[in-house]
């Protein structure tokens, strides 16, 4: 029963959540408040390692989700689930596409979802930002926010720094 739970509310999440991976967040934090297979805590720890693992975020948080809810079987199922829809969605549609993209009502769809999955971001952002804030995490926010602005250097070099500083407060169990 949970592996069929598993591939409907992830199949759900990968049907509705327009706009990429990070989409999927609010349909993340949903299955997390309703079966309780993950806390939101570990939602973020997750979506953390998502975000510094190579593949689409959405993708590899719900492998993430299905592996901690119910082992490599849950994974596999979440995983799957998860990009059925857009596969399914971009073969019906690949055939069509080209004949209908200067389409202006097509063109005035996509003009509209294109905020609404920002502000799903945004709202997931800050959700994040309030149920995860604490004073080493803020340091760090602060100060890479600052070095950032001062010198232009490429993201990976400030995601290394908050690898490092992830690791060290989470040794010395700074962060919480």
Request: with cysteine; aromatic share 16%; charged share 10%.
């Amino acid at each position: 029963m949970i592996y069929l739970k598993l591939f409907f509310e992830f199949f759900y999440t990968g049907l509705f959540s327009f706009g990429g991976g990070y989409a999927t967040l609010p349909f993340l934090y949903h299955i997390a408040d309703k079966y309780h297979w993950y806390t939101t805590k570990q939602l973020s720890d997750m979506i953390a390692v998502a975000s510094i693992t190579p593949g689409p975020v959405g993708v590899n948080v719900a492998t993430f989700a299905g592996f901690s809810t119910s082992g490599i079987l849950g994974a596999l199922i979440a995983t799957t689930s998860v990009i059925l829809p857009s596969f399914i969605i971009v073969i019906m549609l690949s055939k069509f596409l080209n004949r209908y993209s200067d389409n202006r009502y097509v063109k005035s769809v996509i003009y509209t979802l294109k905020p609404a999955g920002c502000g799903l971001l945004a709202a997931v952002g800050v959700d994040m930002f309030v149920n995860n804030i604490n004073f080493v995490g803020m340091l760090l926010l602060l100060g890479l926010f600052c070095a950032g602005a001062a010198e232009k250097r490429d993201p990976l070099f400030y995601l290394g720094i908050s690898a490092v500083a992830g690791l060290i407060a989470g040794f010395f169990n700074l962060a919480g």
